[in-house]
């Protein structure tokens, strides 16, 4: 059986670009994130590199929403926050693993990876939440997510939490901590869906919770 290094290298040879050579058309780049990987050949190279693992992941995962979702909060947030080169190349890194890592996990097998939203008396909570869960290995998992309280969207009265980390996965429990924002919950999967409960300190704005019950979305292959 191939290794997943092998399909990446034999998707990376479908794409005969130049060495070095970033997965867009540098000669339109506009936003400062492109010209800088344009201008560093090792962030050129990562990002064809992680062009294929990304698509390798989609084909691969059992919910492509969610993978689709995973790298849209990874270039505003995780490749979009880093500044300079050092610091992107270290982003590219992380996010080049974990798409190999869920690449693998998918092919053993992945009953939890989706795109989860809160549902208040059976329908979408009016306020908003969703989770995002990223199976990778070793037991462990990437939790992306937001929440919203709508006091009064028309004076702007709207406060919003977000979270983007890893846990540990213990059977069908995951106890999320983000020391650096002092947030943490509890996510505990079951048919259909997942339930958070057990939060403590700041997720995030006054009156935003992620507690409730959540549905896993249908994902259209």
């Not at 390798?56 to 909060?73: F, G, N, P």
């Amino acid at each position: 059986m191939k290794t997943i290094q092998q399909i990446l290298y034999g998707v990376a040879l479908l794409f005969p670009l130049l060495a070095g050579a970033a997965s867009f058309d540098c000669a339109k780049a506009r936003k400062p994130v492109e010209k800088t990987i344009c201008a560093d050949p090792v962030l050129s190279r990562l990002d064809e590199e992680l062009a294929a693992a990304y698509r390798l992941a989609l084909e691969k995962s059992a919910s492509r929403a969610a993978v689709k979702e995973w790298q849209r909060y990874w270039l505003a947030w995780g490749r979009g926050g880093s500044g300079d080169a050092a610091s992107l190349r270290q982003a590219y890194r992380v996010q080049l693993q974990e798409l190999e890592q869920h690449a693998r996990a998918s092919l053993a097998g992945d009953a939890y990876t989706g795109v989860y939203r809160r549902y208040r008396n059976g329908r979408l909570d009016a306020d908003g939440a969703e989770i995002v869960v990223i199976v990778l290995s070793g037991q462990r998992v990437r939790i992306t997510g937001n929440a919203n309280w709508v006091g009064n969207a028309a004076t702007g009265n709207v406060n919003t939490a977000m979270v983007d980390g890893t846990a540990v996965l213990a059977g069908k429990l995951v106890h999320y901590v983000d020391p650096a924002a002092e947030c943490g919950f509890t996510l505990r999967f079951g048919a259909g869906g997942l339930e958070v409960g057990d939060e403590h300190a700041e997720c995030g704005g006054m009156n935003v919770t992620f507690k409730g019950r959540y549905r896993k979305a249908p994902d259209a292959r």
